[in-house]
Structure formats: C-alpha cells, structure tokens
C-alpha cells in the first residue's frame, strides 16, 4: 500500500461570513464553523486515502476568538495520525477582519477522526503517513496518544471502536 505525506492531503478553505451564517447579533453561529471543519478535514482524508470516509469522532471545540459578520474565516486542515483504518486530522480556523490592517488571528483547533471505508461501508485499510520533518514526528506522536486514550477509554465504556 502507499505511503502520503502530510502535504500530500492538506489543504485550506476560506468563505466569507455572510448574514446566513450568523445570529441576530453579528455573530457566526458555531455550527457553521464545525460544518466548515469537517468538510475541511473530510477533504483531507479523502484525498490520503483515496476512499469514502466517515467522522467518527470530534474532539473538544473551544472559540478562543470571536467570528462576526464580515469576517474571512480559512481552515487550514492536515493530516497528523494514521492508524489501521482510522486517520486524524487537525483542522485549524483563522479569522480575519478585513476592515483592519491586522493578521489573522487562530480561533480554535479540533482533531477530527475518520475512518477509510470500502465499497460496502466496511472499515478498510489507510495509506500509511510518511513523516517528512521533526514537526510532523511530533504531531504524529501526539495524534498516536489521542488514538491510544480514546480507544482506552472506548474500551472501558465497553465500546467497540473502527480501529
């Protein structure tokens, strides 16, 4: 099976906060934004593993900046841990407001994991992730340490997991 590198499946997108995607106050509801990244990070898993893929799991989002009305929000998504079937990816958004002179700002970060499907809908194996620099070692192992306490506490809840 090939490898992939993490450039290999990465990718930023950008949309406008428009009215549709706030609240009666000029802020972005943050359904938009979660949908915003697991399109992102669904994109990124498709294209390492060249399959059909499903989320599985989301880990804790907390807004650390505000998205209002105007603003230009990009997510930047990556590969960062690829198990047997299962894959995480880190997606990353930026808000920027286009009315100041300032550079974009990072509002949250969420870990999404997917699993590769076969034509049936049955787990499958992923490309293996080919780690390029000490940056990418470095996330894979904290994505490795994620996996292995989720599939703990998975299997102390008496849960099967995908993996």
Do not use: W
């Not at 992102?40 to 989301?58: C, D, E, L, M």
């Not at 299962?86 to 002179?101: C, F, G, H, N, R």
């Not at 997917?114 to 490309?127: E, I, R, T, Y």
């Amino acid at each position: 099976m090939k490898t992939r590198t993490i450039d290999y499946s990465q990718l930023a997108m950008a949309v406008l906060m428009l009215p549709e995607h706030t609240n009666p106050y000029g802020n972005v509801h943050g359904g938009e934004i979660m949908k915003l990244m697991d399109n992102a990070a669904g994109v990124v898993a498709q294209r390492h593993t060249r399959t059909q893929v499903v989320t599985i799991r989301v880990d804790e989002l907390e807004f650390i900046q505000p998205i209002r009305l105007g603003n230009l929000v990009t997510c930047h998504a990556k590969m960062t841990f690829v198990g047997r079937s299962s894959m995480e990816v880190a997606a990353t958004v930026m808000v920027e407001d286009l009315t100041k002179d300032e550079p974009a700002k990072a509002a949250l970060t969420a870990y999404f994991t997917f699993v590769s499907l076969d034509s049936q809908g049955k787990p499958q194996p992923a490309p293996a992730l080919e780690l390029v620099t000490e940056e990418e070692c470095r996330l894979f192992e904290a994505g490795r340490q994620r996996y292995m306490k989720y599939k703990q506490n998975a299997a102390k809840a008496g849960q099967e997991g995908h993996r």
